[in-house]
């Protein structure tokens, strides 16, 4: 199944910190060599100041038990570096504490007038930014977090390093699994990237990396299925640059419509979209949507879920709405279907459906029970009978007058409302000349 | 920029090639180069001798007209000539007692002998084209007209026409003075004193001039331009040199004397040479119009880098000129070339020597509308090459505009040359399509002239080379453009081989190319014109090469659409050419609303022959005038570009046949139903009205008749229309997998054949069997399927599948008369409150804010009026009264949009 693997692609546009629970959950599938895996973590991981992850990952290698001797010189480093750091910060830290239990907090202008007045601060000599960044290089987000939390506070969203702040605040919430925080940081950073003057081809790297750390986000944030659908379809400047820079992106914001049971109108509107697309990126699940509601092609569609089930189980981002994307296909798809015929066979749905036929009339009876079908079972011949009535002429024709009068009426006021303004303007002015 | 693109502008007068020199005599005087010279003229000139030139030179160019029978400009010549005498009017009576001038009255006889000659001729007047014969008739009454007041003259001049005929063609051929001559002569009044000085001036040129003296005596004093001929004169070199050059080499002035002799020997020689070449060459020179070619150098000069410069600039700074003989400036250049090779001044000076015979070429030719001749061209292009070898052979000359005149440098390296290779080569590029668009594009000539296109492309691709190497972002572009516009046309099988990948991924294809140059001029051209042109090459490449959704993609980015119609001609040309190629592209890839889409802009027209510059419409009520229609001719593509016509129509009426008659067949009974595509409506229509339709011959004619065996579900006769012999050879065999189209080609015919039998039969079955259809149509059955399914989806069938019997039920219960009419008008109804709706988001702005108040009162009326009518329609279709109805409707809504009302008076005819 490596080659609806997404990883590769996806890890050239996330943060290293990031990359590492994809990589971690890869070594877990077998799809790729386990030692190739692990190598080129290792490789990773030496980038970063993360000493005990390293040490850790060699020891996976099976390379030899000594630590090399840089290593330890490296933590010893490391550790110096950190302490000397924290040191600096510290009296500003400990004057937050302070001032955090009084009134001063409420907002960020106070905040900083009494740390200046207090304390001595100056806004330019701002090292806690560095310290979380190093923080944060050495695996420590938590901590990271709440010198960012601090700096955001401090810092005027003019300075230059803002935007880098907002990045790691962002990382850094996404890796300590903090997905209420992260999903306002992920807000603030998409309207500080909006609003922002970049040029149009920063904009668009900008937009690029924030499309896919939130979609970590939008995943495992109960919220996030909807918003996800918002900001990815709904909003043409993140739309263009999915189309544009990273059209795999269409498998996230697929899986999503299709989970999303009162997001069908959005539908419509995906499917235009991965049929323009179509030629840059296809894979099973945006294939299986094709088969279904532009050739309906219902054999081609159950092959293609088929597909989807081991996509999804091999994909980081989506593999804990498994159940819930085939469930929703099943019903898709049986929806689809009932909306063209008027007679099914059972066990021809169980074949559709990927089921056994008594699963599957199991489930049409639950369907029928809840209410959601208007259908009855002939059991004898195993059938499925839609209760489907044509509409004769004269509803249509009742259908269609039925907004005539509200639109005329809605129209009749306006203009009433109109003239009555006038005439009172009028009637105003009029009294001017007296 | 050099001076010969100076005069490359549009606004050249358009006249011709005669009346250029005629008043380039007559502005002669204007231009001498020093100014006691100018003094003689003026005292000499008289009003009479002007009024004179200026009837003589007319009389020529009508000479000349008549002699190539172009009679429109020979009776506008004649017009100019009776403004022209009747200025002359007071000169002549003062001067001459009133008597007429001879030559002019010659003139007249010889007008009116040549009119009577072709209007005789009937045969031939028969053959003469619309504009001419109608001129020949307005010139013969004007002319009758107006020699009725020389009939005394005219008589007597014909009693005795051949008299001193001799002298006054030498007159005419002289021509500045040549009216005095030919006047004193003939009539004998008042001889002047300038017509014995040109007779006894032209022999003493036509002899060999031996003596020292002609030279100073002669020409100093007469006032003819027998003078301006002598401006080889070394005077007048001193006097340019100085105005125009400001540096005097002194050695020159040392040698003068010598050289004087030198030259005189050489003119007797190089005057046999120029008039033997005369013979060939009556266009430029003309008669009694030698230059002597000037001497190169001495022959013990010291010939050094600072010589042959100046002896170059002597010779360049003689362009434009009115008497110089461009030719024998050429010749003169390219013995200098010889000269400073043979003595090795270094490859700067020669690259400064073939810069100057390029533009000394290109100005040979002086009028930019007409291609120059080819063994020009020809030599053109050698000169460009080896020009541009010795350029990329030497890395160390730097050659460019920027380079100011004083900054050159020749001596020393790194060399610095003024001049402009890219303006050269464009300019030698726009000469070859010139060339081209002259001859016959089904001769061989054509193929022949074809063939030197491998050596422009080459040409350019020096250039590119040279400019790749040392260039500015902005000379870039400009000449990956031209080597953009040599490319994008051209059909690229490889580039197929490699996307099915019979080639490996390496092979560089013509796409490849295209797309580093389009992208190099995407990132760095700051002039929105050549990335706008270079970006719909791009296109066309893509889509001839079937890259339909890179094309696509590149349309919809660039935003093409918005902004083309503020482009110049020549890019919207381009714009339509790429439209017409990306409809063809999606057409054989299966695309068909995409096709239609492309091409609906152009072909509804109906003049797609116009839009794409592949040849002039001809002449209807508003025609264009002489003007227009040159430049429009300029426009043209060369025939070795064009793409056929009549595969673009049958393409898009197959299109529109494949969206348009399913699309009948569904909205059969639908009041708001829109033509998708009105020309296929027309075709359609006019062979409806035919009362017998014989077998189809032409391709419209096929495609009609297949349209309408589609109307029927008959998809086998559809498909044979469309797919047979005759067709193949006509059209689809110019598709470059021409097989694989044809079967897509069948496959949608078939599909949309079963969706409009199902449309129109669907009222006659309760159920069809979908395996029977499946045979119908030769479809797989999964095909019909997802087809039915597709429908009943859209809701476009009202019918359902029954899964166990394979078959589908119709649900569709046929309306009663009543009911479909009902339907019809709640439509109706529908269309007028949307209308409603629209005209108040329309008013709403300033409906409210105009000035006077009964204005606003009765605005108000109406629209309550209107709502009133809305809502008694109601109440009178409650009643069912249908007539009555309609006609209130039809009432009330006449100052409607028309529109509606239209299409209330079809219900009316129904």
């Given amino acids: 199944m490596a080659n609806f693997d997404l990883t590769r692609i996806n890890c050239q546009f996330l943060d290293r910190h990031l990359t590492f629970p994809l990589l971690e959950f890869l070594c877990g599938k077998e799809i790729y060599n386990q030692q190739e895996l692990l190598e080129y973590i290792l490789e990773t991981v030496n980038k970063t100041n993360m000493i005990d992850y390293t040490m850790d990952t060699r020891k996976r290698l099976n390379l030899s038990q000594e630590m090399p001797e840089e290593l330890v010189q490296r933590k010893a480093e490391v550790l110096a570096t950190l302490k000397q750091l924290q040191n600096e910060v510290a009296p500003i830290m400990k004057a937050t504490d302070i001032l955090k239990n009084g009134e001063s907090m409420k907002d960020s202008k106070t905040f900083v007038n009494a740390l200046q007045k207090d304390y001595n601060f100056k806004v330019e000599h701002l090292e806690s930014a560095y310290l979380a960044k190093y923080l944060y290089e050495c695996g420590n987000y938590q901590e990271s977090t709440s010198y960012l939390y601090f700096c955001l506070i401090v810092m005027s969203p003019n300075d230059k390093n803002y935007l880098n702040v907002l990045w790691g605040k962002l990382a850094a919430e996404i890796l300590t699994l903090n997905w209420n925080t992260a999903l306002e940081d992920l807000t603030r950073l998409r309207d500080y990237i909006d609003n922002a003057n970049f040029s149009t081809i920063q904009a668009l790297q900008q937009r690029t990396w924030l499309i896919h750390w939130s979609v970590l986000v939008f995943f495992n944030h109960p919220k996030g299925r909807d918003l996800i659908i918002e900001m990815f379809l709904y909003k043409p400047l993140y739309l263009n640059a999915i189309q544009t820079m990273c059209p795999h992106i269409m498998r996230y914001l697929a899986t999503a419509v299709v989970i999303n049971r009162t997001r069908r109108n959005a539908l419509k509107d995906l499917i235009k979209v991965i049929q323009q697309e179509s030629y840059t990126y296809r894979d099973p699940i945006t294939e299986f949507l094709e088969c279904l509601y532009v050739n309906f092609d219902f054999e081609g569609a159950r092959l293609k879920l088929h597909e989807c089930q081991t996509v999804i189980l091999n994909d980081f981002f989506i593999v804990a709405c498994l159940n819930e994307f085939v469930e929703d296909a099943r019903l898709m798809i049986f929806e689809t279907f009932c909306r063209i015929h008027q007679c099914i066979t059972i066990s021809m749905l169980a074949d559709k459906l990927n089921m056994k036929p008594n699963e599957a009339e199991c489930w049409i009876v639950n369907l029928i029970r809840n209410a959601r079908l208007n259908a009855k079972i002939d059991s004898k011949l195993g059938h499925v009978v839609m209760g489907t009535q044509p509409l004769s002429p004269y509803q249509q024709l009742v259908e269609k007058i039925d907004s005539l009068s509200m639109r005329s009426e809605h129209l009749a006021g306006l203009i009433e409302r109109k003239s009555k303004q006038k005439q009172n303007q009028e009637s105003a002015d009029s009294w001017k000349y007296y | ?910």
């Fill in chain 2, 1 to 910: 920029m050099s001076r010969f693109f100076a005069n490359g502008s549009e606004s050249e007068s358009e006249s011709s090639e005669e009346e250029i020199q005629a008043t380039n005599f007559n502005k002669a005087s204007a231009f001498q180069f020093s100014d006691d010279e100018e003094e003689v003229k003026r005292v000499v000139r008289s009003t009479k001798e002007k009024r004179y030139e200026n009837l003589t030179s007319i009389i020529k160019t009508i000479r000349n007209h008549k002699k190539i029978k172009d009679i429109p400009n020979t009776l506008s010549s004649f017009e100019d000539l009776t403004r022209a005498y009747q200025k002359a009017l007071p000169v002549i009576s003062k001067e001459e007692n009133g008597i007429t001038p001879r030559f002019y009255i010659r003139c007249l006889a010889e007008l009116e002998d040549f009119i009577n000659e072709v209007w005789e001729d009937r045969e031939g007047r028969k053959n003469l084209s619309k504009n001419n014969s109608k001129s020949l008739g307005t010139l013969r009454q004007k002319v009758r007209k107006y020699i009725k007041d020389f009939e005394d003259d005219l008589s007597r001049f014909r009693e005795a026409p051949d008299q001193e005929s001799e002298a006054e063609d030498e007159v005419v051929a002289l021509e500045s003075d040549g009216g005095d001559a030919g006047d004193d002569s003939d009539a004998g009044v008042k001889p002047t004193e300038a017509a014995p000085k040109a007779v006894k001036s032209a022999p003493a040129k036509a002899a060999p001039a031996d003596d020292d003296d002609s030279d100073d005596s002669i020409d100093w004093d007469s006032d003819s331009e027998s003078e301006t001929e002598s401006s080889d004169d070394e005077n007048q070199y001193q006097n340019m040199r100085e105005r125009f050059l400001k540096r005097t080499t002194e050695k020159e002035e040392k040698d003068d004397d010598k050289r004087k002799d030198k030259r005189k020997e050489q003119k007797t020689k190089i005057r046999k040479r120029a008039e033997d070449d005369e013979d060939g060459e009556w266009e430029t020179v003309v008669k009694g119009h030698v230059v002597e070619k000037p001497k190169m150098f001495e022959k013990d000069a010291e010939i050094d880098v600072p010589l042959v410069l100046a002896k170059l600039l002597e010779i360049m700074s003689a362009r434009g000129k009115k008497r110089t003989d461009r030719r024998l400036q050429i010749d003169l250049l390219f013995e200098l070339r010889d000269i400073s090779d043979q003595h090795n001044l270094g490859t700067a000076v020669s690259v400064k020597i073939h810069f100057n015979i390029i533009s000394a070429i290109y100005d040979y030719n002086q009028k930019i509308s007409e291609p120059m001749k080819l063994e020009h061209w020809a030599l053109l292009l050698e000169v460009m090459q080896s020009m541009m070898k010795l350029l990329l052979a030497n890395a160390d000359i730097i050659m460019s505009e920027s380079v100011a005149e004083e900054h050159e440098e020749y001596a020393t390296s790194p060399f610095y040359v003024r001049g402009c290779p890219l303006a050269a080569v464009e300019r030698l590029d726009d000469e070859f399509v010139k060339l081209l668009k002259e001859c016959d594009p089904h001769s061989n000539d054509y193929v022949s002239r074809l063939k030197d296109e491998v050596n422009v492309v080459k040409t350019i691709e020096l250039v590119l080379q040279y400019f790749e190497r040392s260039g500015t972002n902005n000379e870039r572009c400009r000449i990956y453009l031209r080597k953009i516009e040599h490319l994008y046309y051209k059909f690229d099988p490889e580039v197929l081989k490699k996307k099915r990948g019979e080639l490996p991924a390496t092979t560089s294809t013509s796409v490849d190319v295209m797309d580093k140059l389009c992208k190099f001029i995407y990132a760095k051209d700051d002039t929105d014109r050549i990335r706008t042109r270079a970006i719909l090459a791009h296109i066309y490449h893509h889509a001839m090469h079937d890259n339909w959704f890179q094309a696509r993609d590149l349309v919809l980015m660039s935003h093409l659409q918005d902004n083309i119609d503020a482009a110049d001609p020549a890019t919207r040309i381009l714009y339509n050419r790429m439209m017409a190629n990306l409809g063809l592209c999606a057409f054989r890839q299966g695309n068909v609303k995409d096709a239609h889409h492309c091409l609906v802009d152009l072909m509804v027209t109906g003049k797609p022959k116009e839009l794409l510059a592949q040849g002039l419409l001809p002449q209807r009520q508003h025609e264009r005038s002489a003007e227009q229609e040159k430049i429009e001719k300029q426009r043209q593509m060369p025939f070795h570009m064009h793409i056929n016509l009549e595969l673009l129509e049958c393409v898009y009426l197959v299109s529109a046949m494949l969206l348009e008659i399913p699309y009948i067949a569904a909205h059969e009974f639908d009041a708001r139903r829109r033509m998708i595509s009105k020309t296929f409506y027309q075709q359609l229509r006019s062979s409806e009205r035919q009362s017998l339709v014989g077998p189809p011959e032409s391709m419209r004619e096929h495609v009609v008749a297949a349209a309408k065996a589609m109307r029927c579900g008959n998809w086998q006769a559809c498909a044979n229309f469309i797919v047979n012999k005759k067709m193949n050879t006509k059209v689809w065999d110019l598709f470059y997998e021409s097989d694989r189209v044809r079967e897509m080609l069948t496959k949608f015919i078939k599909e949309e054949s079963l969706r409009t039998y199902l449309f129109t039969y669907s009222n006659v079955y309760t159920s069809i069997s979908i395996p029977s259809l499946a045979q119908m149509y030769e479809l797989p059955v999964p095909k019909v399927h997802s087809i039915i399914s597709k429908m009943i989806i859209n809701e476009e069938l009202m019918a359902s599948l029954d899964d166990p019997s394979e078959t589908v039920g119709m649900h569709r219960s046929e309306p009663s008369r009543l009911q479909a009419l009902a339907m019809q008008f709640v439509d109706k109804v529908t269309n007028l409150v949307d209308v409603n709706e629209k005209v108040f988001d329309m008013k709403q702005g300033n409906f409210f804010q105009r000035g006077n108040m009964g204005n606003r009162g009765d605005r108000g009326y109406n629209r309550n009026q209107n709502n009133q009518g809305g809502n008694w329609l109601g109440q009178r279709r409650d009643r069912n009264n249908r007539n009555r109805n309609q006609r209130g409707h039809h009432k009330n809504n006449q100052d409607r949009q028309q529109q509606q009302q239209q299409q209330v008076q079809t219900i009316d005819e129904e």
